[in-house]
């Protein structure tokens, strides 16, 4: 085991290099994902680093319960301190997670605000206050590392991380990007950095991910470079000179360069030109898109720059091939031994050489009245009291003590849909419910709390039928939850009318009415803007919903001011500045001015697009389908019921495609709006069925078996299905298995063009 001396001098991260074998040295570079290794396979590898991916956790349950994260860290911890033969030192692993917004993959944490809503904010001393709730909580469960702050310039708000940006302001995400680190970290040089209390933070992605054409997930950003990190690398000095410990790489391209394999930018510019000299680690899998690699071999990204692979299955394998590339000489003994250093000295820097403590141990390891401490959630109701943006309001706000108030709205009483994406789960919302947000108070909780205090009274009326006459009624409505690349979109219309339904009823009925929209970017409302008398930006607010209601009743100051422009159309061409935009950067109302808003265009061509084709595409249910195992709804795509289990697989993006396995008997059925059109299915199956296999449309079965088992191990394929063979094609699609089966589908869309088409496999 690793000490803090020896004979030979104090331990050091050099001196440790000199006594490993290669097969440690690469363990060390190589981070799997907790759902795909063991203690066991821990102690045999001795992996430097280890990750939770956004569905992963304790024994395959990423609900599962604070005190078995805790347990899990000992457990690596144990495993990767047990001793080596031959003298090699045995080096604690690291635990990285995905804290984004708090340490909210775990139930009971506190979730703060997303980025775009402290990007509202613009307080510094705010944000390192977050962070270090957020690093507290962390080192509760054992974990040494997250991966935060993002940094991105998001500078097209169709992407669907735009909520992870502080702002579409270089400046500004630098500024509250550092403050962050400084949070997570404590300051660089004092004493306490890196110490108790304090975790290791990674500014992402580097670079260019807001900027992606589009604005679709992982895709390419192309222009002149210096032109493009004077936008999107802008915010990177401000975070290595806060001593930020590590850099993601990105999975974008750059002019044509994947980010995992480009080491003009990895090597020249962030290392050189910034330079960084922590620890450079890559996203989910992101070397196996380097051309001509995979995710099990690809010498490329540590050459690259690269110094740490996160490769959350392949491990095995992409620890084989990167031993023999070494010993072959395509990767230089040298290029290794110098990314191994980086993992080891950040080790030291944490500490996890003195005194060998494990994490339950530690000075703030199983405290468990930390996790949602009174203190932190009170940090981030400030937070998002602060992030609302006030964008309209007729005279209506602050609310006057005494009103009678009617709360509206299926967002009002829902902790899942106003804590959005990375909540939990990775996409959050689908099953969650308030009982995974232990502690945790919902919108219409406080407002009903503050009517109360204030005299009056508040009812919950979610579809805006109680039958009363409130003085004033409050409807909140917003996107669902989304995470990476599943909220994409390619306009920035908004298209649930549920909210502007309910707000021109009570105007129909001459009450007036405050609008708070939930959303992870600026979207086209005008609809809903001329609809109500208040309009309220809440963004995403996380556990504290009564931040939102501090506001409405003037406990607070509306000071929250837009970090995003937002747009007067809804097409979604990139917006950055005031032309085109409604409401301007830093725009926002304070409760006492009195702009009077005039009525607003509400043409928009994309809300007469088709949006019933797609069915099912990147990790996501359409808008309008259900997927149902008998009575067990599979909230997209995604889940267990009545012998079906569907979980997540990679074909081109995380967890973008479903494995489908059926027990004996069991069946399942997607259905959707009507059309006439025929199915388009990418699948691929890997073990040929050994029963019937069938699909139902209407009342005509049709037997896929014979094609399915020519399908086995051909890879990606396209099933088409029409009339032709289903005899009906109308609202629904049904599979069933006699037998024990798996199919693995990426999308299904209806496709007018198939219609009269023969059927395919």
Request: aromatic share 6%; with cysteine.
């Amino acid at each position: 085991m690793v000490g803090a001396s020896s004979e030979a001098g104090p331990v050091t991260p050099e001196r440790m290099l000199a006594r490993m074998s290669l097969k440690r040295k690469v363990a060390q570079i190589i981070m799997p994902d907790i759902g795909s290794i063991t203690p066991a396979d821990v102690r045999r590898y001795r992996f430097g680093t280890i990750l939770n991916g956004g569905n992963s956790g304790p024994g395959g349950d990423d609900k599962a319960p604070a005190r078995e994260w805790l347990a899990l860290a000992d457990a690596f911890w144990d495993a990767s301190n047990a001793p080596l033969r031959g003298g090699e030192p045995a080096i604690p692993a690291l635990w990285a997670t995905d804290a984004v917004h708090g340490h909210a993959n775990i139930i009971g944490a506190t979730v703060f605000p997303h980025n775009i809503a402290l990007g509202a904010t613009g307080d510094t001393d705010l944000i390192r206050r977050i962070g270090a709730a957020t690093a507290v909580e962390i080192e509760v469960t054992g974990i040494d590392w997250t991966f935060a702050p993002t940094i991105a310039v998001a500078r097209d708000d169709r992407w669907g991380r735009t909520y992870e940006s502080y702002s579409e302001d270089p400046a500004l995400v630098a500024r509250l990007g550092a403050a962050m680190v400084e949070g997570l970290q404590g300051r660089a040089g004092d004493p306490g950095f890196l110490g108790v209390g304090k975790v290791a933070a990674t500014a992402k992605h580097f670079f260019g991910d807001g900027g992606t054409e589009q604005g679709v997930d992982q895709g390419d950003v192309n222009g002149d470079l210096a032109e493009l990190m004077a936008i999107h690398a802008a915010p990177y000095p401000a975070a290595i000179e806060a001593g930020v410990a590590s850099v993601m790489a990105s999975f974008n391209s750059i002019n044509g360069t994947k980010m995992h394999g480009n080491a003009p930018l990895l090597t020249g510019e962030l290392r050189g030109k910034l330079g960084f000299g922590g620890l450079v680690v890559g996203d989910w899998n992101g070397h196996g898109q380097v051309d001509g690699c995979t995710n099990a071999n690809c010498p490329q990204a540590l050459l690259a720059g690269l110094d740490v692979y996160m490769v959350p299955e392949d491990w095995k394998a992409l620890h084989d091939s990167l031993v023999k590339q070494v010993k072959s000489g395509t990767i230089p003994l040298a290029r290794l031994d110098e990314a191994v250093l980086r993992v080891l000295r950040l080790k030291q820097a944490l500490g996890i050489f003195d005194g060998e403590v494990k994490p339950s141990e530690r000075a703030n390891g199983g405290r468990w009245e930390l996790l949602g401490s009174r203190e932190h959630r009170a940090i981030a109701r400030e937070a998002v009291a602060k992030s609302q943006v006030l964008l309209k309001n007729h005279g209506l706000l602050p609310l006057k003590p005494g009103a009678r108030i009617e709360v509206a709205g299926m967002a009002a009483d829902n902790i899942p849909q106003q804590a959005g994406g990375w909540s939990v789960t990775w996409q959050g919302g689908g099953e969650l419910t308030a009982d995974d947000f232990p502690g945790a108070t919902s919108i219409f909780d406080g407002i009903a709390r503050a009517a109360r205090d204030a005299g009056g009274e508040a009812l919950l009326a979610q579809d805006g039928t109680s039958g009363t006459a409130p003085d004033v009624a409050i409807v909140v409505f917003g996107e669902e939850p989304y995470a990476e690349f599943v909220g994409d979109r390619k306009d920035l219309a908004f298209r649930d009318e549920e909210g502007l339904a309910l707000l021109k009823a009570y105007r129909a009925r001459g009450i007036p009415t405050v609008a708070v929209f939930l959303s992870g970017r600026p979207l086209w409302v005008n609809r809903e803007l001329n609809a109500a008398d208040a309009f309220v930006a809440a963004w995403l607010p996380g556990s504290e919903g009564a931040g939102v209601a501090d506001v409405l009743f003037g406990h607070r100051p509306a000071t929250g001011r837009l970090s995003f422009s937002w747009p007067a159309g809804c097409d979604g061409a990139p917006l950055n500045g005031a032309e085109g935009a409604l409401f301007p950067l830093g725009f926002g109302l304070g409760l006492g001015d009195e702009v009077r808003l005039s009525p607003l265009d509400e043409t928009c061509d994309a809300l007469t697009a088709d949006s019933g084709a797609v069915w099912f595409a990147a990790g996501r249910l359409g808008a309008q389908v259900q997927a149902v195992a008998d009575n067990a709804v599979l909230p997209d795509l995604r889940g267990t019921g009545n012998g079906i289990t569907a979980t997540g697989v990679d074909r081109k993006a995380q967890e973008d495609a479903r494995r489908i396995a059926f027990a004996p008997g069991a069946q399942i059925t997607l259905s959707g709006p009507k059309s006439a059109a025929g199915w388009r299915i990418a699948y691929q199956v890997n073990e040929r069925p050994k029963a019937p296999v069938t699909v139902t449309a209407g009342g005509k079965a049709f037997n896929i078996t014979q094609a399915l088992s020519v399908a086995e191990g051909k890879g990606w394929r396209e099933m088409v299905l029409t009339s032709t063979c289903l005899g009906e094609v109308g609202d629904r699609l049904t599979f069933s298995s006699k037998g024990r089966f798996g199919i693995e589908i990426s999308e299904i869309s209806r496709d007018e063009r198939s219609e009269a088409a023969e059927c395919s496999f």
